[in-house]
């Protein structure tokens, strides 16, 4: 007998039939003499729509009341699916991720899991139930609901995976695992049966959401098996793990990422501690810096430019703003119509011509780079946004073909 995490994203539990879908893949798991933990999302779009729900009312929620908001999403989804649960026979419990043990710091719509209290779980279990939690939310030491950012649900199923010591964690989604890019923008995307922790990491962090970057992470420090599936199809799916056979194919994956914004600072005085003093103003707001570029000096000015989240882009502009004087530049620029296009493998510092690839890729589609960095396992571009769907395919095609 194992120990089973299963996690469901919005689309797999969308709407009736969608669950008991669902239920019957849960039902036969447990059937299959295994204990099962169940970890769902909010159905369909609706977190969005309660986003938009907010927007209604006001432009500058309070972020508790975002938290309890958003969190009711996944509330409805639990309820459900043991609904759905019964009506197949199948004895089950639903718990809220406060009932379910998971302790959150304090940072509001994007909380870090501290710990998992998982007696509850280990106790329902025992009685021979199914437990089938709210992903994407848990409480701070207020007791307050928090929510753990777009796309937690998976996070979530890793956490509980690696409090119990699961034996494996299934990521069931809308597509049949990871792919070299994203299947609804490549059509010649191919399914990768593995992928390693560290490669798939760079994917979901440059934009590839079919896993989130943290449970990703969480999976690599903690060494949860990992399998991503369709709850569609039943055909095997990815397995994300520590190490695969580097022999095969260099580049694993284009992944895009149009939450993305490029912040400039011209005019800079060219002395010692500038880039320090702007870049420290971002680290105290958490603002999270992806590409820096900086201009050499001119005349004893130069240019600070880098890119932010897409969110993060209004509250670091009025930070910058607001501290003009502590870092002496004369202008701050922003742009939002701008896109990262990236290329990630794990076997790319050994072999030479992978950036070369890329750009001749981009240079025969007539695309314009802004910018570029590069680490060992990938290369990312910063392009106009609306050639990014463009760019996905042209580079793939040059990679993977
Ligand atoms: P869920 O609701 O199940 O959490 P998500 O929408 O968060 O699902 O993630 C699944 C989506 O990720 C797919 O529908 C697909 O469009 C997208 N995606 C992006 N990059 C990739 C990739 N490399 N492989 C597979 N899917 C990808
Ligand atoms: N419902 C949340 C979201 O839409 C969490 C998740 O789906 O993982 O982001
Ligand atoms: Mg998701």
């Known amino acids: 007998m194992a120990l089973i995490v299963q996690k469901f994203g919005g689309t797999s539990v969308a709407n009736r039939d969608r669950l008991f879908n669902v239920a019957r893949i849960v039902a036969n798991t447990r059937n299959e003499g295994n204990d099962v933990v169940v970890v769902v999302s909010a159905q369909g779009d609706t977190t969005d729509d309660l986003l938009e729900k907010a927007a209604e009312i006001t432009h500058n929620p309070s972020q508790r009341e975002m938290d309890m908001l958003l969190s009711t999403g996944e509330q409805i989804s639990i309820a459900l699916l043991t609904m759905a649960l019964g009506e197949l026979g199948c004895p089950a419990i639903s718990l809220t991720g406060w009932q379910a043990g998971f302790r959150t710091d304090r940072t509001h719509t994007k909380a870090r899991i501290q710990r998992i209290d998982s007696e509850r779980i280990s106790n329902e279990l025992a009685k021979n139930r199914v437990v089938v939690v709210a992903g994407f939310q848990g409480i701070n030491r207020h007791d307050d609901i928090t929510t753990l950012g777009r796309g937690g649900s998976d996070t979530s199923a890793v956490a509980i995976a690696a409090?119990?010591?699961?034996?494996?964690?299934?990521?069931?989604?809308?597509?049949?695992?990871?792919?070299?890019?994203?299947?609804?923008?490549?059509?010649?995307?191919?399914?990768?049966?593995?992928?390693?922790?560290?490669?798939?990491?760079?994917?979901?962090?440059?934009?590839?959401?079919?896993?989130?970057?943290?449970?990703?992470?969480?999976?690599?420090?903690?060494?949860?098996?990992?399998?991503?599936?369709?709850?569609?199809?039943?055909?095997?799916?990815?397995?994300?793990?520590?190490?695969?056979?580097?022999?095969?194919?260099?580049?694993?994956?284009?992944?895009?990422?149009?939450?993305?914004?490029?912040?400039?600072?011209?005019?800079?005085?060219?002395?010692?501690?500038?880039?320090?003093?702007?870049?420290?103003?971002?680290?105290?707001?958490?603002?999270?810096?992806?590409?820096?570029?900086?201009?050499?000096?001119?005349?004893?000015?130069?240019?600070?430019?880098?890119?932010?989240?897409?969110?993060?882009?209004?509250?670091?502009?009025?930070?910058?703003?607001?501290?003009?004087?502590?870092?002496?530049?004369?202008?701050?620029?922003?742009?939002?119509?701008?896109?990262?296009?990236?290329?990630?493998?794990?076997?790319?510092?050994?072999?030479?011509?992978?950036?070369?690839?890329?750009?001749?890729?981009?240079?025969?589609?007539?695309?314009?780079?802004?910018?570029?960095?590069?680490?060992?396992?990938?290369?990312?571009?910063?392009?106009?946004?609306?050639?990014?769907?463009?760019?996905?395919?042209?580079?793939?095609?040059?990679?993977?073909?």
Do not use: W
């Open 163 to 401: 409090a119990l010591h699961a034996d494996l964690c299934q990521i069931y989604t809308d597509v049949d695992g990871v792919y070299t890019a994203d299947p609804r923008i490549v059509k010649k995307a191919k399914k990768l049966d593995v992928i390693t922790f560290d490669e798939m990491l760079e994917l979901a962090s440059l934009g590839a959401q079919v896993l989130n970057n943290r449970s990703v992470e969480l999976a690599k420090k903690y060494g949860v098996n990992l399998e991503v599936c369709s709850s569609m199809n039943n055909v095997p799916g990815t397995i994300v793990k520590e190490v695969v056979d580097v022999e095969g194919m260099l580049i694993k994956g284009v992944a895009k990422d149009v939450n993305v914004a490029v912040i400039s600072i011209l005019g800079v005085p060219d002395v010692p501690g500038m880039s320090f003093k702007v870049f420290s103003l971002m680290a105290q707001r958490k603002i999270n810096v992806d590409i820096i570029l900086q201009s050499s000096g001119n005349e004893g000015y130069k240019d600070v430019i880098f890119t932010v989240p897409l969110d993060e882009m209004e509250i670091a502009r009025k930070t910058l703003e607001e501290n003009m004087g502590r870092f002496g530049g004369n202008k701050i620029e922003v742009a939002d119509n701008v896109a990262k296009v990236s290329v990630v493998g794990a076997g790319m510092q050994s072999h030479p011509g992978v950036a070369s690839t890329m750009f001749e890729a981009l240079y025969e589609n007539n695309i314009n780079i802004h910018m570029i960095s590069t680490s060992e396992i990938k290369i990312s571009v910063l392009i106009d946004k609306k050639e990014a769907d463009k760019a996905v395919n042209a580079i793939h095609n040059a990679f993977v073909g």
